[in-house]
């Protein structure tokens, strides 16, 4: 094998297949943004699952728990909670949470939530819950 | 040193090494809440320890990527650096921000930060690895883009070789896809989407060629193959990573509401992706083999070859793993992800950086390599560290093994934490592991003050 | 130069045509595909009268006749790659523009069939074996796009008098990758079009 191996011609190989890869990328992506309506219930969308969102985020929640198995994995998945808890479930565990943790246990903080904001967290929850996300998790234990 | 300018990168260096200890050491306090659960609790939560264990990787590694940018660039370009005064100042500047948001973590709850930094104005906090605060994630673009500006009117006024050219696109992608950080609707599945603009882009894509182009520039430096070579291979190997990582996003839209086809281009394009890791590893050894001179850094050429197979191992091999949708349906956002995340970031990105600083640091301190003693102990901290990240994957995929077959595959399948208290042992051989990574990270530091016969430059 | 043609080293030494680097990035694409096309052979033993059933609607007509045009392009592209080495100048860019056209006649009958598809409401989530129908064909198509983009430099710089017999390097390195895109069409068109 005499070929030649040109550093001109792995350089335009190198641009040609990133743009080219790129485009790809980008097609696919417009196909999904398209395909998304029917898949993550924007119809459903309330400034409520808006509010709990952001409690969700301001609180760091991501930080012990998984959502839709991206996060971290100390605590349980919350994509499904409402279905293991349910509603009051879960609002009840998140109330009941002792100031100074449970000793030798992972413990979760006592975050002091209004009512109104147990529901929006609720009510993003569940509305996590209702995404299509082609049968994941496997069971209600997430 | 061949320039002047270069010495600008030697506080970049420092900064990263102790950012280091940092993040080492709250992986620890994480690593024994794992077992301990109220270890610490309430004044350090899981979270918060988390959090700034990730955020501290991200800004020691993009401290490293910048001292060795500051490094390499003006050798490359054969001048000296455009502005040395405005990296100074931006190192100071991104050093102040990063400990400012660190010690916002860990003395106010993390909503109350979000209150103060304005996170009302745009809210782009509380997202995995993106938790900074607003003025942070502003100081962070500011940063960047000062950076890149000083980097990228280097090359044009000088010599524009393959390196710095993959570089410069490297970090430029680098700052482009952390904009994505501040976009955040409140659909979460676009959230997630975009998300991975940053986070997956980064990782699996221009980071890997900021890593090529650092690995080529020792290789270059350190076993006198013909630099057309070098370069020919890497470009060849970039073209293999991004032909993978680019639509290699797709291994992370099978579960999160994207639609079903990405499980089949997911798998397809992710499967390919340990190719240009192992090209990575192939050519490191390759050129070292046909070296042409012995250089004095043994350390430097160690770290070189140890990044190759690391980065192979973790992203590679770990990375397959879990990256096809059948599989990764019982195994998404177990432990085994974690495993595959420690020696991932280990092996590609914490290897490169040590890479990068043990071959320039001595030169930045006036001399072509450390002493002798200084070098032995250099490399003991390469296996300490190396074999305590092997032993932390194993006992994490273990773990991760024992928590999909308990939680996601048995008939009767248990609670989250029922199942993590079946599986503590492993949690605590990580913990041990993690204790001889510290030791190694000691050894590497106390390798910078052993002294004894230099090489001259 | 009057001596090549009768240079007895010249038959002997296996030489590889083109640039080794352009032989990486189509033995890349080739295991991308290859992957791809075991993919959708994994899919269709799952679901065999799916498939079948679904692969009946497709238009095998207009298939052949794009097998037929790839595989004219790929012939014109030899015919540019021999002038080159005979030094016939004119030749060269008349053939690599012969070979250009076919793949816009590709993708013009491509895009026939791709309105009527579309058209028709399906997409990539219609179903698995339209899932594989889409992506393959559009994979393959963005391909055709690249080789013509190939071709049209290659055309620029033969008329510019840049390949004759001593420089025919740059050349070889697009035809050979025009032609991988011609092989993956001879491959994709059985197995997503006809075989079942």
Partial sequence: MSGAFTKSMARNIFYGGTVFFFLLFLALSFDTLSQLPKRDMRANMTPQIAEGKKLWETHNCIGCHTLLGEGAYFAPELGNVVVRYGDEGVKAFIQSRPKEGIPGRRSMPQFNFTDEQLNAIVAFLKHVNSINTNNWPPNSQG | MQYKSQAVAKPYFIAAIGLFVGQILFGLIMGLQYVLGDFLFPAIPFNVARMVHTNLLIVWLLFGFMGGAYFLIPEESETELFSPKLALIMFWIFLVAGAATIVGYLAVPYATLAELTGNNIIETMGREFLEQPLPTKVGIVAVALVFLFNITMTVLKGKKTAISLVLLIGLWGLAVFYLFSFYNPANVVLDKFFWWWTVHLWVEGVWELILGSFLAFVLIKTTGVDREVIEKWLYVIVTLTLISGIIGTGHHYFWIGTPEYWQWWGSIFSALEPIPFFAMTVFAFNMVNRRRREHPNKAAVLWALGTGVMAFLGAGVWGFLHTLAPVNYYTHGTQITAAHGHMAFYGAYAMVNLMIISYAMPILRGRAANSNRSQVLEMWSFWLMTVSIVFITLFLTAAGILQVWLQRVSDTPLPFMVAQDKIALFYWMREWAGVAFLIGLIVYITSFFVSGEEKAS | ?196
Wanted: proline share 2%.
């Fill in chain 3, 1 to 196: 130069m009057n001596t090549i043609a009768l240079d007895p080293a010249e038959h002997h030494v296996k030489r590889l045509p083109g640039d080794l680097a352009i032989w990486f990035f189509i033995l890349a694409e080739m295991v991308a595909f290859a992957v791809f096309f075991s993919s959708y052979a994994f899919a269709r033993a799952k679901n065999v009268e799916m498939f079948n059933l679904y692969q009946q609607t497709l238009d095998r007509n207009l298939g052949a006749l794009n097998t037929l045009l790839l595989i004219t392009g790929s012939w014109f592209v030899v015919l540019a790659v021999q002038a080159a080495h005979r030094d016939d100048q004119k030749s060269i860019s008349r053939n690599i523009l012969f070979g250009f056209l076919c793949g816009g006649g590709f993708l013009t009958v491509k895009v026939i069939e791709y309105a009527a598809k579309f058209g028709a409401g399906i997409s990539l989530s219609t179903n698995t074996f339209y899932m594989f129908y889409i992506s393959l064909t559009f994979f393959h198509f963005m391909h055709v796009i690249l080789g013509m983009v190939i071709l049209a430099v290659l055309w620029k710089q033969s008329r510019d008098g840049a390949y004759g017999a001593h420089n025919a390097h740059g050349l070889e390195s697009g035809a050979a990758y025009w032609h991988m895109v011609d092989l993956l069409w001879i491959v994709l068109f059985p197995l997503v079009y006809v075989m079942r």
